[in-house]
C-alpha cells in the first residue's frame, strides 16, 4: 500500500515545488498538498494519512496550532514542521506536537529520507494489533510534565543550567535518584555531586533531559512489586545499554545530537516490557512462562500472547508523545535493525550493539538466550570488524 | 596656673559684691576645676570684650546698669551664639528666667544659693550641653543640605495630609518651590501624576506599615512633559505628632525606561536587523522551491536526455536503411517510464516560477538596501513610491499573513526632498500598526486577511501619501494621544507607545510636514502623511 502525506503550506510556489520534486517517488507516495490548516484538518478527517508536513507560519491556523490539532484527533499520523523561520520562540512552541523539525531551505534528500522514516514510524503508529492493544489500555501514561519543562528551557535561547537544575529539583525523589546515577561512576563521571546544578553541569541539559523522561516513565510503570519479574535487573539493563550505546555513538565519532539519542533509545529501549506488564499482568505473566520454558526468544513469545512486541508497544508510546523520531526507530526495531531504512551509525544501531552485547554478557539474560545481534546487518552495513572494539568498551 | 586648658569664663555684673562672691566661691572649688576669670560690669563692655578674646563660658547677670531682663541674652546671643550662658539671678526674676531658659539658656543659679561646686557644675555643665546642642543643630543642618542635595525627589507628608518636606529636586522637577508647597494640602497641591496608584500606595502604606515601592509612575514635571518615576513611600513615627505621616521618595526613571524601550524596540523589528529574522523567511521559502524546482528540471533532463538518445539510436537506424528497428520498441518502454506529459505541462511552470523566486530574493536584498540607507542624515530628493515598495516588501513578513496590500502610486510623484531612511522608518511604523489593528479584528471575528492600502498624489505644494487599513479604529477616548511617547494600548512586548511618536517627530518636525489621521470605529483608519515639495518649507 503506497504512503499518505500531506503536505501544508500557504505559499502556492512551494507545494508546487515540493510536487515536481517528490515526483519520482509517485509509485510509492500519494501526497496531496494544501494551503492552509483547515483544508488540511478535512483531508485528515476524509481518510488515513501517514504523514504531515506542515509549514509554521500561515495566516489564521498556524502550524503548531494544527499539529496540535492533528495530535489529539488524529494520534497516529506522524507530525513534520517545515518552516523558514529564524524564530527561536516558535521552534519552541513546535517542540510539544512535531515530532520532527526541518528548517527552509531543506535539502531534497533530506527531506526524503526524513519522510521515509516518519513513514515506518506512521507503519507502526498505524499498526492495527498494536492499536487495538493499546486501546485497552484506560489511560495511557502521558508524557511527565517536568521532561516537557525541561524541553522548553532546553529551547528557548538564553537556557541556564540553573533553571533548568531548579526545574528539576522540584521532583525530590527524582533528583535523589539522578544524584544517586551521577556518584555511581554512570556515564563516566568520576566528581562526588551533591547538587542539582552539579550535577546539570556535569551532564549536560540533553543528558538530564533523557534521565528524568527515563526516571519519571519507569516511575509510572514501576513493577518492583510484580512476580516472576526482577525490576532491579530490568533498571540495571536499560542503564547498562543506554551507557553502552552512548559509548558506541561516540566511540564512531558520531554527531552529538545521535550520542545524546544513543542513550535515550538504550534507557528505553525496553519500556514496553513495563508497559505490557502494567496494563496486562495476567497476559505477559503467560509470555513470560513462555520465554522461562526456553523454547523461544521474549519477541516470540509475546508476539504469541500479544500479537505485538514490547520494542513495538514502547515505540509506539513515545511516538504519541512525539519523541524525536530516532529515539523511536531505536526502541522499535533494537531487535531487527535490518527492517528500518537505517543505513549509518545511527542512534538505533548503537542500542542494537548495545543491547546485544549486554545480553551476550549477562549471565541471565533479560530476554532469554537466542542471540541478539543481527550480524549479517552488521556485515551489510560494514560495522562487523569494529564489533571486538565496542566489546572492549564494556 | 594658666594653660590652654583652663576654662575662661567672663563674669558680666556691676554688684561688686556680687560678683565678689562669685569669684571667692570660685575660688574655693578645687580638684581638676581650672579657670579663667574675667569680668566686665557692663553689657557694652562685653561685646566689646568679647569681639576680641573668646571664652568658654558667660555668668550674666540680669539686671545691668545698660540691659534690662532679657535683653542682655538677646544680644549676646544675637552675636555670639556659640559661647553658652549661665545665669545668675536675683529671686524675684522667676518667670523671667522660665522664659529665658526656654529661649535657650542653658542655666541658670540664684544668687542666694551661689555654692562653688553648684557653680563649677553649671558652668562644665552649660559648655557641655552646649557642645551637644550645636552638634545637633550642625547635623540637622546638614541633614537639610543633604536632603537638598540628593537628586531624588522627597515630599513629606504629615497625617494630616499637609505637606511638610518638599526638597529641592522636587522643586526642580514640578516646578514649584518650598515656599509655596509647604503647609498645603498634599491631595490638592496641584502636580500631575498617577494620583490613583499613588493613592492607593500610601492606603497600603499605612495599612501595612512597610514601605510600599511604587514602579513605573508616570508624572507631568513643570513643563508639562511625560515622565516616570519609581518611588517608595515610608510611614514616619515620630514621637510628635507633627513628624508623623509619610515620606515619598521617587526617582526619576525616565532615561532609563527610554533606554528600556530603546532595547525592547531594538528586540522587536523597528529597522533593518530587527526585522531580520522575517526577511530570513521571506527569503527562506522562494530559496526552497528554487531549489526543489532546479532539482526537478534536473530530474526531468536525464530524462529527456535519455529519451533523445534512444530517439537519437532509432534515427540512425531508419537513416541506415532499416524499416524494422528495434529501437520502436525501445522508444515506447523509454517514453512510458519518461513521464514525458507531465514534464511538458510542468517545465514551464518550473521555469516560470523559478525565476519569480530568484526574482523575489534578488528584490528583497535590494529593498534591504534601500531601506536601511546608511548614513543619509541629509535630504535629498528621492522617489517616494520606490521607498515605500521597499520598505512594504522589506516588512512583507510581517503584515503578509494578516492582510493583503494594495498600492495606488501616482507614477507622476516628483521627488520629494527627504531624509530616505526616517521617511522609511515613518511607513515601517505605519505598516505595522496597521497589521497590528488588522490582526485584533482578524482573531476577535476569525475572518479572513484584512487590507492595507496605500497611495500616493501630488496636493498643489505638498506630497501626500495615504496609508489605509481595515482595522478597528481609533476610540474617541484615546485619539488625541495617540501621538504621545509611551501611550500604547497594545499588550507588553507588542507596543511600546514610539511608534506614532518617532513618524510624528520624523513628519512635522524634521520634514516640516504634517501627520494626521482619519478613522471610522469598525471600519478602520487612514493616516495621512503630507510632505512640502519646496525645500524652503523644509525647516
Ligand atoms: N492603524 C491604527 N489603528 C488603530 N489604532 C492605532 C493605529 N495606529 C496606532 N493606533 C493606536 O495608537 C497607539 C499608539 O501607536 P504607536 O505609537 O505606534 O505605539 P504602539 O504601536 O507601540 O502601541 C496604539 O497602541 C493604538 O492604540
Ligand atoms: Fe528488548
Ligand atoms: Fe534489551
Ligand atoms: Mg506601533
Same mark, same amino acid.
Given at each position: 500500500?503506497?504512503?499518505?502525506?500531506?503536505?501544508?503550506?500557504?505559499?502556492?510556489?512551494?507545494?508546487?515545488?515540493?510536487?515536481?520534486?517528490?515526483?519520482?517517488?509517485?509509485?510509492?507516495?500519494?501526497?496531496?498538498?494544501?494551503?492552509? =490548516?483547515?483544508?488540511?484538518?478535512?483531508?485528515?478527517?476524509?481518510?488515513?494519512?501517514?504523514?504531515? /508536513?506542515?509549514?509554521?507560519?500561515?495566516?489564521?491556523?498556524?502550524?503548531?496550532?494544527?499539529?496540535?490539532?492533528?495530535?489529539?484527533?488524529? @494520534?497516529?499520523? /506522524?507530525?513534520?514542521?517545515?518552516?523558514?523561520?529564524?524564530?527561536?520562540?516558535?521552534?519552541?512552541?513546535?517542540?510539544?506536537?512535531?515530532?520532527?523539525?526541518?528548517?527552509?531551505?531543506?535539502?531534497?534528500?533530506?527531506?526524503?529520507?526524513?519522510?521515509?522514516?516518519?513513514?515506518?514510524?506512521?507503519?507502526?503508529?498505524?499498526?492495527?494489533?498494536?492499536?487495538?492493544?493499546?486501546?485497552?489500555?484506560?489511560?495511557?501514561?502521558?508524557?511527565?510534565?517536568?521532561?516537557?519543562?525541561?524541553?522548553?528551557?532546553?529551547?528557548?535561547?538564553?537556557? $541556564?543550567?540553573?533553571?533548568?537544575?531548579?526545574?528539576?529539583?522540584?521532583?525530590?525523589?527524582?533528583?535523589?535518584?539522578?544524584?544517586?546515577?551521577?556518584?555511581?561512576?554512570?556515564?563516566?563521571?568520576?566528581?562526588?555531586?551533591?547538587?542539582?546544578?552539579?550535577?546539570?553541569?556535569?551532564?549536560?541539559?540533553?543528558?538530564?533531559?533523557?534521565?528524568?523522561?527515563?526516571?519519571?516513565?519507569?516511575?509510572?510503570?514501576?513493577?518492583?512489586?510484580?512476580? =516472576?519479574?526482577?525490576?532491579?535487573?530490568?533498571?540495571?539493563?536499560?542503564?547498562?545499554? =543506554?551507557?553502552?550505546?552512548?559509548?558506541?555513538?561516540?566511540?564512531?565519532?558520531?554527531?552529538?545530537?545521535?550520542?545524546?539519542?544513543?542513550?535515550?533509545?538504550?534507557?528505553?529501549?525496553?519500556? =514496553?516490557?513495563?508497559?505490557?506488564?502494567?496494563?496486562?499482568?495476567?497476559?505477559?505473566?503467560?509470555?513470560?512462562?513462555?520465554?522461562?520454558?526456553?523454547?523461544? $526468544?521474549?519477541?516470540?513469545?509475546?508476539?504469541?500472547?500479544?500479537?505485538?512486541?514490547?520494542?513495538?508497544?514502547?515505540?509506539?508510546?513515545?511516538?504519541?508523545?512525539?519523541?524525536?523520531? @530516532?529515539?523511536?526507530?531505536?526502541?522499535?526495531?533494537?531487535?531487527?535493525?535490518?527492517?528500518?531504512?537505517?543505513?549509518?551509525?545511527?542512534?538505533?544501531?548503537?542500542?542494537?550493539?548495545?543491547?546485544?552485547?549486554?545480553?551476550?554478557?549477562?549471565?541471565?539474560?533479560?530476554?532469554?538466550?537466542? @542471540?541478539?545481534?543481527?550480524?549479517?546487518?552488521?556485515?551489510?552495513?560494514?560495522?562487523?570488524?569494529?564489533?571486538?572494539?565496542?566489546?572492549?568498551?564494556? | 596656673?594658666?594653660?590652654?586648658?583652663?576654662?575662661?569664663?567672663?563674669?558680666?555684673?556691676?554688684?561688686?559684691?556680687?560678683?565678689?562672691?562669685?569669684?571667692?566661691?570660685?575660688?574655693?572649688?578645687?580638684?581638676?576645676?581650672?579657670?579663667?576669670?574675667?569680668?566686665?560690669?557692663?553689657?557694652?563692655?562685653?561685646?566689646?570684650?568679647?569681639?576680641?578674646?573668646?571664652?568658654?563660658?558667660?555668668?550674666?547677670?540680669?539686671?545691668?546698669?545698660?540691659?534690662?531682663?532679657?535683653?542682655?541674652?538677646?544680644?549676646?546671643?544675637?552675636?555670639?551664639?556659640?559661647?553658652?550662658?549661665?545665669?545668675?539671678?536675683?529671686?524675684?526674676?522667676?518667670?523671667?528666667?522660665?522664659?529665658?531658659?526656654?529661649?535657650?539658656?542653658?542655666?541658670?543659679?540664684?544668687?542666694?544659693?551661689?555654692?562653688?561646686?553648684?557653680?563649677?557644675?553649671?558652668?562644665?555643665?552649660?559648655?557641655?550641653?552646649?557642645?551637644?546642642?550645636?552638634?545637633?543643630?550642625?547635623?540637622?543642618?546638614?541633614?537639610?543640605?543633604?536632603?537638598? &542635595?540628593?537628586?531624588?525627589?522627597?515630599?513629606?507628608?504629615?497625617?494630616?495630609?499637609?505637606?511638610?518636606?518638599?526638597?529641592?529636586? %522636587?522643586?526642580?522637577?514640578?516646578?514649584?518651590?518650598?515656599?509655596?508647597?509647604?503647609?498645603?494640602?498634599? *491631595?490638592?497641591?496641584?502636580?500631575?501624576?498617577?494620583?490613583?496608584?499613588?493613592?492607593?500606595?500610601?492606603?497600603?502604606?499605612?495599612?501595612?506599615?512597610?514601605?510600599?515601592?511604587?514602579?513605573?509612575?508616570?508624572?507631568?514635571?513643570?513643563?508639562?512633559?511625560?515622565?516616570?518615576?519609581?518611588?517608595?513611600?515610608?510611614?514616619?513615627?515620630?514621637?510628635?505628632?507633627?513628624?508623623?505621616?509619610?515620606?515619598?521618595?521617587?526617582?526619576?526613571?525616565?532615561?532609563?525606561?527610554?533606554?528600556?524601550?530603546?532595547? &525592547?524596540?531594538?528586540?522587536?523589528?523597528? &529597522?533593518?536587523?530587527?526585522?531580520?529574522?522575517?526577511?530570513?523567511?521571506?527569503?527562506?521559502?522562494?530559496?526552497?522551491?528554487?531549489?526543489?524546482?532546479?532539482?526537478?528540471?534536473?530530474?526531468?533532463? *536525464?530524462?529527456?536526455?535519455?529519451?533523445?538518445?534512444?530517439?537519437?539510436?532509432?534515427?540512425?537506424?531508419?537513416?541506415?536503411?532499416?524499416?524494422? &528497428?528495434?529501437?520502436?520498441?525501445?522508444?515506447?518502454?523509454?517514453?512510458?517510464?519518461?513521464?514525458?506529459?507531465?514534464?511538458?505541462?510542468?517545465?514551464?511552470?518550473?521555469?516560470?516560477?523559478?525565476?519569480?523566486?530568484?526574482?523575489?530574493?534578488?528584490?528583497?536584498?535590494?529593498?534591504?538596501?534601500?531601506?536601511?540607507?546608511?548614513?543619509?542624515?541629509?535630504?535629498?530628493?528621492?522617489?517616494?513610491?520606490?521607498?515605500?515598495?521597499?520598505?512594504?516588501?522589506?516588512?512583507?513578513?510581517?503584515?503578509?499573513?494578516?492582510?493583503?496590500?494594495?498600492?495606488?502610486?501616482?507614477?507622476?510623484?516628483?521627488?520629494?526632498?527627504?531624509?530616505?531612511?526616517?521617511?522609511?522608518?515613518?511607513?515601517?511604523?505605519?505598516?505595522?500598526?496597521?497589521?497590528?489593528?488588522?490582526?485584533?479584528?482578524?482573531?476577535?471575528?476569525?475572518?479572513?486577511?484584512?487590507?492595507?492600502?496605500?497611495?500616493?498624489?501630488?496636493?498643489?505644494?505638498?506630497?501626500?501619501?495615504?496609508?489605509?487599513?481595515?482595522?478597528?479604529?481609533?476610540?474617541? %477616548?484615546?485619539?488625541?494621544?495617540?501621538?504621545?511617547?509611551?501611550?500604547?494600548?497594545?499588550?507588553?512586548?507588542?507596543?511600546?507607545?514610539?511608534?506614532?511618536?518617532?513618524?510624528?517627530?520624523?513628519?512635522?518636525?524634521?520634514?516640516?510636514?504634517?501627520?494626521?489621521?482619519?478613522?471610522?470605529?469598525?471600519?478602520?483608519?487612514?493616516?495621512?502623511?503630507?510632505?512640502?515639495?519646496?525645500?524652503?518649507?523644509?525647516?
Amino acid at each position: 500500500m503506497k504512503r499518505r502525506i500531506l503536505f501544508v503550506d500557504d505559499e502556492a510556489n512551494l507545494l508546487e515545488g515540493l510536487k515536481r520534486m517528490l515526483r519520482p517517488l509517485r509509485h510509492e507516495w500519494e501526497m496531496e498538498f494544501v494551503g492552509n =490548516g483547515a483544508a488540511a484538518l478535512e483531508c485528515l478527517d476524509r481518510s488515513n494519512w501517514d504523514v504531515v /508536513v506542515s509549514d509554521v507560519r500561515m495566516p489564521s491556523m498556524n502550524g503548531v496550532e494544527l499539529l496540535n490539532k492533528i495530535k489529539n484527533q488524529h @494520534p497516529h499520523t /506522524v507530525r513534520l514542521l517545515l518552516s523558514g523561520q529564524a524564530d527561536t520562540e516558535v521552534i519552541m512552541d513546535a517542540i510539544g506536537p512535531a515530532h520532527q523539525y526541518l528548517s527552509k531551505p531543506c535539502d531534497a534528500e533530506l527531506l526524503k529520507t526524513t519522510i521515509s522514516r516518519a513513514c515506518a514510524l506512521g507503519d507502526l503508529l498505524q499498526d492495527e494489533k498494536i492499536k487495538q492493544l493499546v486501546s485497552q489500555i484506560e489511560t495511557i501514561p502521558s508524557l511527565p510534565s517536568l521532561y516537557l519543562e525541561l524541553e522548553e528551557e532546553l529551547q528557548s535561547c538564553d537556557s $541556564s543550567l540553573g533553571r533548568a537544575a531548579a526545574i528539576m529539583s522540584k521532583d525530590v525523589g527524582m533528583t535523589a535518584k539522578i544524584l544517586k546515577l551521577v556518584n555511581s561512576a554512570f556515564l563516566g563521571i568520576q566528581q562526588t555531586v551533591t547538587d542539582p546544578v552539579q550535577a546539570v553541569r556535569y551532564l549536560g541539559l540533553d543528558t538530564i533531559k533523557t534521565l528524568v523522561l527515563t526516571i519519571k516513565v519507569f516511575q509510572q510503570l514501576d513493577q518492583s512489586g510484580s512476580v =516472576g519479574f526482577d525490576m532491579q535487573h530490568f533498571w540495571h539493563h536499560s542503564l547498562s545499554t =543506554g551507557e553502552q550505546a552512548r559509548k558506541i555513538a561516540k566511540e564512531e565519532r558520531a554527531p552529538q545530537p545521535v550520542v545524546e539519542a544513543a542513550l535515550a533509545g538504550g534507557l528505553l529501549h525496553d519500556v =514496553g516490557m513495563l508497559l505490557l506488564l502494567t496494563y496486562f499482568p495476567q497476559r505477559y505473566q503467560e509470555t513470560l512462562k513462555l520465554l522461562a520454558n526456553g523454547e523461544c $526468544s521474549l519477541m516470540e513469545a509475546e508476539q504469541e500472547t500479544f500479537g505485538a512486541t514490547h520494542a513495538e508497544v514502547g515505540a509506539y508510546l513515545l511516538g504519541l508523545w512525539g519523541i524525536p523520531i @530516532p529515539i523511536i526507530e531505536a526502541l522499535a526495531f533494537h531487535h531487527c535493525p535490518a527492517k528500518s531504512l537505517v543505513q549509518t551509525l545511527t542512534p538505533l544501531i548503537a542500542v542494537h550493539i548495545a543491547n546485544g552485547l549486554i545480553e551476550e554478557k549477562d549471565l541471565q539474560p533479560l530476554e532469554g538466550n537466542s @542471540p541478539c545481534l543481527d550480524l549479517a546487518f552488521l556485515i551489510e552495513l560494514g560495522l562487523d570488524d569494529r564489533l571486538q572494539n565496542w566489546r572492549e568498551l564494556l | 596656673m594658666n594653660s590652654h586648658l583652663d576654662i575662661k569664663i567672663l563674669l558680666i555684673e556691676d554688684n561688686p559684691n556680687d560678683a565678689e562672691l562669685a569669684k571667692v566661691k570660685l575660688a574655693e572649688v578645687g580638684g581638676s576645676f581650672s579657670y579663667e576669670l574675667f569680668h566686665v560690669e557692663l553689657l557694652s563692655e562685653a561685646l566689646v570684650f568679647l569681639q576680641e578674646s573668646s571664652v568658654d563660658v558667660i555668668l550674666l547677670d540680669l539686671s545691668l546698669p545698660d540691659a534690662q531682663g532679657d535683653e542682655s541674652v538677646h544680644a549676646l546671643q544675637k552675636n555670639f551664639s556659640q559661647i553658652p550662658i549661665v545665669i545668675l539671678s536675683g529671686s524675684k526674676e522667676s518667670s523671667l528666667i522660665l522664659r529665658i531658659v526656654q529661649e535657650g539658656v542653658q542655666d541658670y543659679i540664684g544668687k542666694n544659693r551661689v555654692d562653688g561646686e553648684l557653680l563649677a557644675h553649671a558652668i562644665r555643665y552649660s559648655i557641655e550641653r552646649k557642645k551637644s546642642e550645636r552638634a545637633l543643630l550642625n547635623s540637622k543642618a546638614e541633614t537639610e543640605r543633604l536632603l537638598a &542635595s540628593i537628586s531624588y525627589v522627597l515630599i513629606g507628608v504629615s497625617e494630616h495630609d499637609e505637606v511638610i518636606q518638599w526638597n529641592l529636586t %522636587a522643586e526642580k522637577f514640578f516646578g514649584r518651590t518650598a515656599s509655596e508647597m509647604l503647609g498645603t494640602s498634599f *491631595c490638592q497641591c496641584g502636580i500631575q501624576w498617577d494620583w490613583q496608584k499613588v493613592v492607593q500606595g500610601i492606603l497600603q502604606c499605612s495599612e501595612e506599615g512597610t514601605p510600599v515601592h511604587l514602579h513605573e509612575l508616570w508624572y507631568l514635571n513643570g513643563n508639562g512633559k511625560k515622565g516616570f518615576f519609581d518611588i517608595t513611600l515610608t510611614r514616619m513615627h515620630g514621637h510628635v505628632e507633627e513628624s508623623r505621616g509619610f515620606l515619598i521618595l521617587a526617582n526619576d526613571i525616565s532615561e532609563r525606561k527610554q533606554l528600556e524601550i530603546e532595547l &525592547s524596540l531594538a528586540k522587536k523589528m523597528e &529597522s533593518i536587523g530587527q526585522l531580520a529574522a522575517g526577511i530570513a523567511h521571506e527569503i527562506n521559502t522562494p530559496t526552497q522551491f528554487v531549489s526543489d524546482n532546479l532539482r526537478f528540471l534536473q530530474d526531468s533532463f *536525464c530524462a529527456i536526455q535519455t529519451v533523445l538518445t534512444t530517439y537519437d539510436q532509432l534515427f540512425q537506424t531508419v537513416e541506415a536503411g532499416q524499416t524494422n &528497428s528495434p529501437f520502436v520498441d525501445a522508444i515506447k518502454r523509454t517514453l512510458a517510464e519518461a513521464d514525458l506529459e507531465f514534464m511538458k505541462e510542468e517545465i514551464p511552470k518550473a521555469l516560470k516560477q523559478s525565476l519569480d523566486g530568484a526574482n523575489r530574493v534578488s528584490n528583497i536584498v535590494r529593498a534591504m538596501k534601500d531601506f536601511s540607507h546608511p548614513g543619509t542624515e541629509e535630504k535629498k530628493p528621492i522617489d517616494l513610491n520606490r521607498a515605500i515598495e521597499s520598505t512594504a516588501i522589506v516588512a512583507r513578513n510581517e503584515w503578509k499573513y494578516v492582510a493583503d496590500m494594495v498600492t495606488d502610486l501616482d507614477p507622476a510623484l516628483p521627488l520629494v526632498p527627504c531624509q530616505a531612511g526616517e521617511f522609511n522608518q515613518v511607513i515601517l511604523n505605519l505598516l505595522i500598526n496597521g497589521a497590528h489593528t488588522i490582526n485584533d479584528v482578524i482573531s476577535q471575528t476569525e475572518g479572513d486577511k484584512g487590507k492595507i492600502t496605500i497611495s500616493t498624489r501630488v496636493e498643489g505644494e505638498w506630497v501626500e501619501v495615504r496609508i489605509a487599513d481595515t482595522g478597528t479604529g481609533i476610540s474617541e %477616548a484615546v485619539r488625541d494621544k495617540i501621538f504621545d511617547p509611551f501611550f500604547t494600548t497594545k499588550e507588553v512586548g507588542k507596543g511600546t507607545g514610539q511608534g506614532l511618536a518617532i513618524a510624528h517627530d520624523i513628519i512635522v518636525n524634521k520634514h516640516g510636514g504634517t501627520l494626521t489621521f482619519e478613522t471610522e470605529l469598525g471600519k478602520g483608519t487612514t493616516f495621512v502623511i503630507r510632505l512640502p515639495l519646496q525645500r524652503t518649507h523644509v525647516c
